[in-house]
Nanobody, 124 residues
């Protein structure tokens, strides 16, 4: 399984970015594909996840209503649309994937496969 994250950059408060996670190496049936982020000096935290087969989504409270995770059918890419960005969203964003017990989908330790990370910087 391989994951490649891209789309990060420098934006101003209130602007938008769309991150992409290109996946390969599996059918991903039964997988969860999640986005996590890590700010300097902080632990990696859950952002959002989509269940590959059902497209059920879950969001962290901090991003609910501003971020949207999606996986267009017949595409092997998971997107994270980030709107109304805030300086506190500044972090390296990682996508991750694994077969998953649904109740563990927010837990970064439950994911075996990780992309390389893409930096998002939001200036005030």
């Amino acid at each position: 399984v391989q994951l490649q994250a891209s789309g990060g950059g420098l934006v101003q408060t209130g602007e938008s970015l769309r991150l992409s996670c290109a996946t390969s190496g599996s059918t991903f049936r039964g997988y969860a594909v999640g986005w996590f982020r890590q700010a300097p000096g902080k632990e990696r935290e859950f952002v959002a996840v989509i269940m590959w087969s059902t497209s059920i989504t879950t969001y962290a409270d901090l991003v609910k209503g501003r971020f949207t995770i999606s996986r267009p059918s017949a595409k092997n890419t998971v997107y994270l649309q980030m709107d109304n960005l805030k300086p506190e969203d500044t972090a390296v964003y990682y996508c991750a994937a694994d077969t998953m017990i649904y109740g563990l989908r927010r837990n970064r330790h439950a994911y075996k496969y990780w992309g390389q990370g893409t930096l998002v910087t939001v200036s005030s």
